[in-house]
């Protein structure tokens, strides 16, 4: 009975310390395990070419998931980035009689002017982020679809090659998105635009009032993320060898979102983890391929999805809620 | 220093903004040129009736209850269930639009549901309350129709359903269902697939959207044959490509990965099939490696065959112009409709595939 006083803040203290390491960590235990399962249990697992399969085919998830922690990070949200990328496939096939540069420039250019569109309603305007880029995601499938009809084959030799060429042994869909993390990475950790972005998601208002270009860091924030969906959007076209506006990045926000929790950025702001959010995206894509694999039922995925997501914002909740 | 402006000021000038770039970015497009070199070909690829349930009961206009009207100037509906965005759908509304302008029904109204069924719904709803006197309907589902097929029946509107079945009474709820037996495209798919692999072998499956009756007797069908037929192929691995190319894509690039002793892929729709022949190539297989069976017959598809990907394709005929508005007519007429008409669909090998390019959607 002595110790009776001491003894509830102890195990309280090491409770939330478990569950913080959870939400920091946890992606990175999660991923290992699952990576141990499958060198035991699933044939051609340690393969050359199962590593880089699932490298290319999380590429597009990773470089948009990147976009997306950025906008999380200063506690906004953009639902837009799937039809972004249906966007930026129109454009890009639409201007391919130009040559492929000029056809990747325009999508690119398509992508961040959404993103501005998006960002302006959102720090000018004042309307909320998931409203605002609701109206875009809604939208620019239209626009989309309108500019692109029906799913269209192109041949460009070279487009063709950025979807299923490779340096090195490395697939350019992968050095693409090696490339992303380390950019969306320096931005975080060394520059100014980094720590105002976080200044910004952790208290708008006292960012506003230390005389932040708060406005502005906003707008380049959605740029961001439209210009990387936009770049995702071309990765998934040439590997599709076709432009299909109207599948391609369907319910991508979902996922993009779902790898930014289970990586363990908050949704209140104020806090962007790069490394997490590609650990985020590379354990969806493992769970997806260790379920296909092992032939079972994609209503499993989905159920295994919901329970990484649940246990990811319980982790997240003790540290909000203090 | 100038007051800044106003919210709706704000709004406006981002709104305005954006048009103006959106026009910009649509005015200049210049694509790759011949792309979609023969559009449908009018005449080409029709329907044919392949049997009629003639044993069963059939529908006249005393049984049905409704009156004699002029089809050429009544007010007719069509109510298509998806987006046409897939060779499937827009060579459907295509052919009933050509239809319709060839025999020359003025007053067809079109919609369109864009996949939502209960917009599908309120769509009929609207073409019931503009008038309609005859509704040619693409259903969603086959369930959930009652309100409808109530409504349509009060005004005594003979509805012909096309492509998938409305459940409910023929010649009381509807008055007939045109469209392919999905069961039998399983079937000749898995004679395909028994020819290509002389009778063994792994076959995966790459399944269509799950819940849809169109994947269940597509499978339904392969399997049963396969099992009645070639029990030495086995069916290793079955996983959903969700009808979408991109989805095939990347299912049987995990597939080729883990399973590299599969012999054939058996793609319940060619766009999926057309993703599954990305991923071979991606691998490294060279043409024929792997043998895919799949259902449409779209012109890529057929295509495949030509170029040796694709062993064969069973074709599922989307022009139901013709056969819809004949059999309208002949109600009208006074004869005698099946409950339902099942068209004959073709088949696509290597040995017609050149020929039969200009036929295929």
Redesign the interface.
Known sequence: MSQATAAPARPALDRSRALAWLQDYGVYLAVALLLLFNALF????L?V??FR?QL??VAPIVIVSLGMALVIGTEGVDLSVGSVMSLAAA?S??????GVAPALL?ALV?GA?SGV?GG??VA???VQPIVATLALLVGLRG?A?V?V????????PALLSLG?DAVLGVPYVVLVAAVVVAVVGFLMRRTTFGRRLVAIGGNRRAAELSGLPVRRVLVTVYALSGVLAAVAGVL?TA????A?P???GLFMELSAITAVVVGGTPLTGGRVRVAGTVMGALLMQLLT?TL??H?LP??WNQMAQAAIILVAVYAARERTTR | MVKPPR?GA??RA?LA??SV??LA??GC?????G?DAGKDQGGQGQQAVQSTAAAGPTCSLDKFGGEKFDLKSAVVGFSQSE?????FR?AETGSIKAEAGKIGISKLRATNAQSQFSKQISDVQQLIAQGAKALVIAPLNSDGWEPVLRQAAAKKIPIVTVDRKINGTPCQDYLTFIGSDFVEQGKRAADQMIKALDGKGKVAILLGA?GNNVTTERTQGFKQQIQAKAPGIQV?????GEF???KG???T???V??H?DIDAIYAEND?MAL?AV?AL???GKKAGDVKIVSVDGTR?AVQGIVDGWIHAVIESNPRFGPLAFQTLQKFLDGEGIPEKVIISDREYDSANAKESLAGAY
Do not use: C, W
């Open positions: 699933t044939p051609h697992f393969e070419g199962n399969t290319v085919q454009v096939v639409l201007y391919l009689g130009y325009m398509a002017f569109v302006s309603l000018f305007v004042g626009l679809n500019l009809p029906q799913l269209k084959e192109f041949r460009d299923s998934a590997r599709l060898q076709a299909d109207t599948s391609l391929s296909t694999k032939d994609s209503s | 919210r704000r709004l981002v903004a954006s770039a959106l970015v649509s497009a210049k694509s790759e040129d792309g987006k046409e965005a897939n060779p827009i799950a290793t691995f079955e996983q959903t979408a190319r991109e894509q990347q299912v690039e995990q597939l990965q883990s590299p766009e993703g990305t190539k991606g691998a890529a």
